[in-house]
């Protein structure tokens, strides 16, 4: 905004000209008066060209952006009554106590000032008869705003800031309409002093001010003040428009210094390192609902998604070591993630493993079946020597070699019965016990078996021995028709094999097996 010149008020309350939109300002007496002219509204009344920066602000928002943090005056802490003026945090009368007013500033009248609690404003600070009202700063300060509020007479207001110096640092001018008005005033060269010079056409009844505030610096003007620890003119690298150093997670954003956001730490759309959120940037936000963050496609910890890995979250994650995902069971995938593979030691129902022993065990198969004899599978550990799913003529029904003697009829291997050895029943060969079959059954009672049902032969037709004399090849016997017992049968034999036997009965009687009977 450019600004008219306007002359030095050399004289400290002598005579002063400002030109102005509707004629000439003379001020004389400390009371402002206009020679002519309908009233303006609002406009800007002048602005020294020696000013480096002289600002208005048209609103309390736009001096509270540019002037950051501020002291403010409400007159809240003050009681209704007729105050001593000058007005100060110094003030000990019927109106404020000690540090009931800000530090810092000065408040002083023309005439008297009292305190009012029915402005539309809440309490504020009111001069009788609406005459000039001062305020001085000290520090001075960079930024000053209040508000005025007059009801009745409808005035205008001419605001002037001057510097320490008494110099003039720039005026505004504004109507007040009736309702409260906001003046707000920025300068780069230190504000001293604002004189306020309320007007109207006929008399003023009192002016009400509030909400005073002040702040030591204007941040944006490109000079570093008190209070600011940059001053770029704007957003910098290094400097946020706050007039604060840029800092990840002071909660203002600085696109000049990489900042995608900046919410004042982690948000649900800001990582704490103010870059917008995205699953996969290596950077953790819990409030966005992210469990992990290890970048990419995640990591041993971390899925892809960002939440924590784990076999069944329906989430694949190589990094982590799993071969494949289920989610709710898979025939594919087994229960740890690993691909289906029988022997793997994880039994996968789905697949259609009755068990799984990491090989063959007692209970499992090596094709991860439950262990079964019958199942044609050999199963060793389970003690199995042979599996043909069904009696053969090698494989008993108990899944052993077949044998005759070990207690296991298999008439596939041509078994009549098998008792486990010799029995009343069954004979040591497997066959059924029969006297004359050739085979010596004691546990049958048999004394001899020839293999014939004639006696007189030395073994009579019960496969009992028979006494020398009836046919025995004993001593005495009758050689006529020479008969004898090789092996428990009876053989045709003459010439030198029945000499032989003969002989041999002769020495000692004919040969049999050692009864195992009692005697």
């Known amino acids: 905004m450019n600004f008219a010149p306007l002359r030095r008020d050399r004289g400290r309350g002598n ?23 309908a009233g303006v509204i609002s406009c800007l009344v002048a602005s020294p060209a020696w000013a480096q920066s002289f600002t208005v602000f048209a609103t309390r928002a736009e001096l509270d952006a540019a002037a950051g943090d501020q002291t403010v005056e409400d007159f809240e802490d003050a009681e209704y009554a007729r105050c001593t003026s ?5 003030s000990d009368d019927a109106c404020f106590d000690p540090g009931d007013i800000a530090e810092g500033v000065t408040f002083t009248p023309l005439g008297g000032l009292r305190i009012i609690d029915n402005s539309p404003l809440g309490k504020g600070l009111t001069t009788d008869g609406g005459g000039e009202f001062n305020l001085a700063f000290q520090p001075p300060v960079a930024a000053v705003g209040l508000i005025a509020f007059e009801r009745i ?21 504004r109507g007040n309409g009736g ?45 570093v003040e008190p209070g600011e620890a940059c001053d770029a003119a704007g957003e910098a690298a290094g400097c946020d428009a706050d007039c604060s150093l840029a800092e990840c997670g002071d909660g203002v954003l600085n696109t000049d210094a990489g900042e995608q956001c900046d919410d004042g730490g982690e948000s649900a759309g800001c990582d704490d390192d103010c870059t917008a959120v995205a699953c996969g940037d290596d950077n953790a936000n819990e409030t966005a609902g992210e469990s992990c963050d290890q970048g990419g496609d995640g990591g041993p910890l971390c899925d892809p998604d960002c939440t924590l890995a784990a076999c069944g979250d329906g989430v694949l994650n190589s990094a982590a070591g799993e071969e494949c995902e289920r989610d709710g069971g898979s025939a594919d995938c ?14 996968n129902l789905l697949a259609g493993e009755q068990c799984d022993a990491g090989g063959e065990s007692a209970s499992c198969d090596d094709d991860c079946t439950l262990s079964d004899c019958g199942d044609v599978t050999v199963n ?26 070990d207690a296991l009829l298999n008439t596939d291997a041509g078994e009549q019965c098998d008792d486990g050895g010799e029995s009343a029943g069954c004979d040591d060969d497997c066959t059924y016990s029969s006297c004359g079959d050739g085979v010596l059954n004691e546990t049958a009672g048999e004394d001899c078996d020839d293999s014939n049902d004639v006696s007189g032969d030395g073994c009579s037709s019960d496969c009992a021995d028979e006494p ?40 000692g009687g004919r040969r049999r097996r050692p009864r195992r009977r009692g005697a």
């Open 86 to 90: 000058p007005v100060s945090a110094a």
């Open 468 to 507: 020398a004399g009836q046919g025995g090849s004993g001593e005495g016997a009758s050689g006529g028709g020479c008969g004898c017992r090789v092996s428990g049968r009876r053989e045709g034999a003459t010439g030198a094999v029945c000499a032989a036997a003969i002989l041999a009965g002769a020495a």
């Open 15 to 37: 005579s002063s000209t400002m030109e102005t939109l509707r004629g000439r300002w003379t001020d004389r007496t400390g009371r402002a008066a206009l020679a002519a002219g």
């Open 179 to 223: 309702s409260p008005i906001f003046f707000g005033l920025g300068s780069s060269t230190p504000i001293a002093r604002l004189r306020v010079i309320p007007y109207a056409g006929g008399g003023i009844s009192e002016v009400v001010y509030d909400d005073v505030a002040f702040s030591p610096s204007l941040c944006g003007n490109g000079v």
């Open 334 to 347: 087994d229960d740890d993630c690993t691909l289906v593979v029988c022997g793997d030691g994880t039994t």
């Open 153 to 173: 007479a409808l005035p205008e207001f001419y605001v002037t800031a001057y510097d320490e110096d008494g110099e003039i640092l720039g005026s505004v001018e």
């Open 380 to 405: 060793v550990v389970a003690g199995e020597q042979c599996d043909d799913g069904e009696t053969t003529a090698t494989c008993d029904a108990d899944c052993t070699l077949s044998g005759c003697g």
